[in-house]
T-cell receptor, first 115, second 113 residues
Framework: GAGVSQSPSNKVTEKGKDVELRCDPI?????LYWYRQSLGQGLEFLIY????????KSGLPSDRFSAERTGGSVSTLTIQRTQQEDSAVYLC?????????????FGPGTRLTVL | GENVEQHPSTLSVQEGDSAVIKCTYS??????FPWYKQELGKRPQLIID?????GEKKDQRIAVTLNKTAKHFSLHITETQPEDSAVYFC????????????FGTGTRLTVIP
């Protein structure tokens, strides 16, 4: 079946611009996560959604970052007033339900470059 | 919050030799420890995981061990092959029922033919 998809695959933007990154989770998965992977670094947790519950935003690095998940499916990560340090690969993952034993399936990522 | 440290950052082995990657975690409440493999330009994929009520788990050439007392866990790859070359990430959950994983910084494994 279809895996997690993300768009765009690459995004180049100018400092100060806003960007939106999209994630389509696996159909039927109720949990959705966003991570950031900087060059040579591990995956940094940003935010996760579980069904209709309030999202866990504890990993968002600043108030310039926000995310929505509409209808319990597609999610959009928005970065306002982008800075050069925002340059990274943004990975989305989904799992059947929340709970530590459930495998997270990753999308291919969006490579964001802020000039 | 949880802090996961991973060593080494790079590892080169001859084909057929074994590779060991080690991770430590800080939160004693963590109870799930997956390992992900990320090949160049591809997405991370789960290769093996272990729960805190188990000390060791094997899957063909891959094994993971967990020492809850010392709060460390390790990935062992035996009879390495060139296709094992990738970046490997360990991860841990921070609390029971949580699902946000805290990842190590990764180990770039190179298997030399």
């Amino acid at each position: 079946g279809a895996g997690v998809s993300q768009s765009p695959s690459n995004k180049v933007t100018e400092k100060g611009k806003d960007v939106e990154l999209r994630c389509d989770p696996i159909s039927g998965h109720t949990a959705l996560y966003w991570y950031r992977q900087s060059l040579g670094q591990g995956l940094e947790f940003l935010i996760y959604f579980q069904g209709n519950s309030a999202p866990d935003k504890s990993g968002l690095p600043s108030d310039r970052f926000s995310a929505e998940r509409t209808g319990g499916s597609v999610s959009t990560l928005t970065i306002q007033r982008t800075q050069q340090e925002d340059s990274a690969v943004y990975l989305c993952a989904s799992s059947l339900v929340a709970g530590g034993y459930n495998e997270q399936f990753f999308g291919p990522g969006t490579r964001l470059t802020v000039l | 919050g949880e802090n996961v440290e991973q060593h080494p950052s790079t590892l080169s082995v001859q084909e057929g030799d074994s590779a060991v990657i080690k991770c430590t975690y800080s939160d004693s409440a963590s109870n799930y420890f997956p390992w992900y493999k990320q090949e160049l330009g591809k997405r991370p994929q789960l290769i093996i995981d272990i729960r805190s009520n188990v000390g060791e788990k094997k899957d063909q050439r891959i094994a993971v061990t967990l020492n809850k007392t010392a709060k460390h866990f390790s990935l062992h790859i035996t009879e390495t092959q060139p296709e094992d070359s990738a970046v490997y990430f360990c991860a841990a959950t921070s609390r029971v029922g949580a699902n946000n994983l805290f990842f190590g910084t990764g180990t770039r494994l190179t298997v030399i033919p």
